[in-house]
């Protein structure tokens, strides 16, 4: 499952690791948001935040991935 | 003309008799007024009478002003409209309960049982960094405590893109991964918005 942070809370993407047409649509959002400059962090579910680890492409395998937007100085 | 009733009748230079019984009173300055009350006589002419006005019609019974009472009869309550003003901040309200709804139950999971319960019961939780603990909880005044001063503390201001539309725990797990996973990119970043001293130890 990918979470992408936003308005809502959050958007959820899931995919079946036996479904080959929702992993290549799960790939395609994995690279829109690499384009916006997202950052993925993977994650066990539930696991807390100092568990999870940045991931430079998409893995079906991965139970979680929490998507959040780059950070600047306020 | 001058005023006073003494004045009035040396300005007087003629007075003179009307038929009806007035008096017709001419000034020096040649203004007129007629006085007195006209008294009825005989029409001057055999046979004819004099045109009296006619009779007043009844006059209409004086009725009090209108003012606000209560209203009487069926007060209708209209469905709102789809595209009411009202409708639409209700719609926007409820769309930003459930979003701060979802935004804290991710940040709750990404805490640990320590930062829960700060969390819980101060809005605010520590992070563990290699330079040094900060604490997310003040947006635009997050404390650091760097490990080679035990004395000071510093406040930084880091927050992720667009963070205004996000709801206000979105952008705590927003900070707290960046800050647990790539704590660099962190301190890459912030601005450094003054120090001040130490009054008590984070953990």
Redesign the interface.
Known sequence: MM?I??????TTITWAVDDPATIAEAERVFARLVGE?K?P?ARAA?A???E???IAAFDPHVEEI?W??????? | MADGPTDLATLVVEVEQLPDGRQLVVFADRREVVVGVARPRPHPVAGCEWISRPAPAPRARPRRAPTAGPRRGRVRVLPDDPESIVRRDRARDR?RE??????E??LR????PL?QADWEANRGFW??TPRGPVRLGHL?ALVHRPDDDPDREDLL???????Q???LA?IW??????????PD??FR???HRGSRPRDEEPF
Do not use: M, W
Not at chain 1, 5 to 10: A, F, L, V
Not at chain 1, 68 to 74: K, Q, Y
Not at chain 2, 109 to 112: A, E, G, N, R, T
């Open positions: 979470r942070i936003d308005e809502t809370g959050d400059r950052i962090f539930g807390p935040a100092e999870a680890e940045k929490v959040v937007r780059p950070v600047a100085g306020g | 769309a459930l979003a701060a709804r979802r935004a139950k991710l999971s990404l805490l640990d930062q992070v563990a635009y201001c880091v927050v992720p893109h667009g963070h539309r996000l709801p979105d797990s927003n900070l707290l991964l960046v800050l647990a996973v790539d990119e962190f970043v912030a601005v």
